[in-house]
C-alpha cells in the first residue's frame, strides 16, 4: 500500500469514527468518551499525514509512532463503548475492524522505519535486537 492509500485510508476511518462519536456528546455520560474518541482517531490521521511529509527518517518515526498510539487508543475507546453499549451496529463493527487493520500496519510500518534506522546507524538485527544491545 502506498502512503497516500494509507493516508487516504486512514482519513477515512477518522471520518467514520467521528460520525459514530457525534450523537455521544448529547448525553453527559458519554461526552467525555465522544471526544477522546474523536480526538484519538483525528489525532492518528493527522500524525500520519505528518509523517508523510517528514523532513527526516527520525521525524517520520516520531510521527508515525504517535499515529500508531493514537489509532490504537481510538480502537481502545471503541472497545470499552461497545462493551459498555452506547455504540453498537454494523457502523461500529466496521470501525473497529478498520481501526485494528490500521492499528496493525502502522505497527508494521514501525517495524520497517525501525530497522531502516537501525541499518542507516550500522546495527544488524531487527528492532527487537537492537532493544537487547
Known sequence: MKSHELRDRITLWAVAVDALATPLFSRIETRNRANQLQRSADSAASNYRAACIARS?????????IALEEADEAVGWLEMSKRRGTLTGPALERAL????QLTRILAKSRMTAEDTAGRRHGLRGSASARNDQ
Open 97 to 100: 475492524d478498520e481501526g485494528r
Open 57 to 65: 527518517h527520525n521525524e517520520f518515526l516520531s510521527k508515525l509512532c
